[in-house]
């Protein structure tokens, strides 16, 4: 089947669209037909010569000091320790996707700030009590999600990074289909 997917070849390098040949399923695999997808805030990390990433700084001096909380989502080692990074004294950072082995120095990354990590499973909420407060919170006018999303075309998926980047939108939707 002929597909179009969104790759880069470079770190931090714009997507560019491509063509691609999706090979059929085979006897134990289904096929998911993706129509939307979100587009999480990046921190455009800067590589130093030495190899450390710089990311968590920028964070702390637009937040003057560090965030209260971070939500991180990636798994990604290097991007957990960079969560804590960019926390405050007495941050907490609640770890929501599946996340390998991470190496840690429990007294520099957690004690000597007094930070917290914390676990979070299935949105830790109790779905019959969560989501109809949600909807009694946006019916309220104080949970307006339909303004922190915005759904772009395939097509413009670079310019769903950039408005996430820029702030001009909390969560954009790119549609697949």
């Known amino acids: 089947m002929d597909i179009q997917v969104a790759v880069t070849h470079q770190q931090c390098d714009p997507f560019k669209l491509e063509a691609a040949q999706l090979a059929d399923s085979k006897f134990d695999e289904i096929r998911v037909r993706i129509m939307a997808t979100g587009v999480c805030h990046l921190c455009h990390c800067q590589i130093q010569k030495c ?67 914390i676990g979070v499973i299935e949105g830790d909420s109790i779905p019959r009590v969560f989501i109809p407060q949600l909807i009694a919170y946006y019916k309220a006018g104080q949970f307006p999600f339909d303004k922190l999303i915005k759904f772009y075309d395939f097509q413009q998926i670079n310019q769903a990074f950039e408005d996430s980047a820029s702030g001009a939108i909390i969560k954009p939707v790119v549609k697949m289909a």
Request: overall charge positive; proline content about 3%.
């Open 51 to 117: 190899g450390k990433s710089r990311c968590g700084s920028g964070s702390k001096k637009l937040t003057s000091g560090g965030s209260h909380y971070a939500l991180e989502t990636t798994g990604v080692p290097r991007v957990v320790k960079q969560s804590l990074n960019a926390l405050r004294s007495l941050g907490t950072c609640a770890i929501v996707g599946i996340t390998p082995e991470v190496k840690l120095d429990i007294h520099n990354d957690l004690m000597a700030e007094g930070k917290s990590m």
